[in-house]
């Protein structure tokens, strides 16, 4: 149980354009979704964390106009990256946490890499 | 101002041998204590997490020691195997209105000798 599925795994784009990455709880409802970004051999950075119904809360220094971030359901949340940059390059993971209120766990997607040409 | 510090950076085992990362914090009103394991391109899959009314945990190889007073946590992995290369984080959180975002450490990197 407790999977989370993102798509698509991998994606290369021009400079400029916007890319749309979709984060799915497969077995599970969840309230709360985590996008997170990763440099190669660093830790996870928090972007943003979005409850299904409400507007993402996105951590200082993220810009929110260009890191989209939906959350329609309690299954799906998709991030966007708006005229992306090669400095958008990165691996994107989301997360997920159960709708159940006890729940501290989360559960992370296969993650995203990210190449801006 | 890293809230969770983790150490060591690097750290190289021999097969059988038993793996140990620390972590420590600060912030005394976080709660949950997880800890993370990340293979390259993958994303990280919850692998072991321990509440503070409780000073160790064990599942399977992996094992968490947790020090509430020395605000200090630590995994340990017995038997180390090749399979077990990865690389490990610790977490925590705490109870609010932040739906319980995790806090990170910075990360170990483990290599099994065989």
């Known amino acids: 149980g407790a999977v989370v599925s993102q798509h698509p795994s991998r994606v290369i784009c021009k400079s400029g354009t916007s890319v749309k990455i979709e984060c799915r709880s497969l077995?599970?409802?969840?309230?709360?979704m985590f996008w997170y970004r990763q440099f190669p051999k660093k830790s996870l950075m928090l972007m943003a964390t979005s409850n299904e119904g409400s507007k993402a809360t996105y951590e200082q220094g993220v810009e929110k106009d260009k890191f989209l971030i939906n959350h329609a359901s309690l299954t799906l949340s998709t991030l966007t990256v708006t005229s992306a940059h090669p400095e958008d390059s990165s691996f994107y993971i989301c997360s997920a946490r159960e709708a159940s209120g006890s729940s501290y766990e989360q559960y992370f997607g296969p993650g995203t890499r990210l190449t801006v040409t | 101002q890293q809230q969770v510090k983790q150490s060591p950076q690097s750290l190289i085992v021999q097969k059988g041998g038993i793996s140990i990362i620390n972590c420590a914090y600060e912030n005394t009103a976080f709660d949950y204590f997880p800890w993370y394991q990340q293979f390259p391109g993958k994303g990280p899959a919850l692998l072991i997490a321990i509440r503070p009314d409780v000073s160790e945990k064990k599942e399977g190889r992996f094992t968490i020691s947790f020090n509430k007073s020395a605000k200090q946590f630590s995994l340990h992995i017995m038997d180390s195997q090749p399979g077990d290369s990865a690389t490990y984080f610790c977490a925590a959180s705490q109870r609010g209105g932040n739906n319980r975002k995790l806090i990170w450490g910075l990360g170990t990197s483990l290599a099994v000798n065989p």
């Open positions: 077995d599970f409802q969840a309230t709360t």
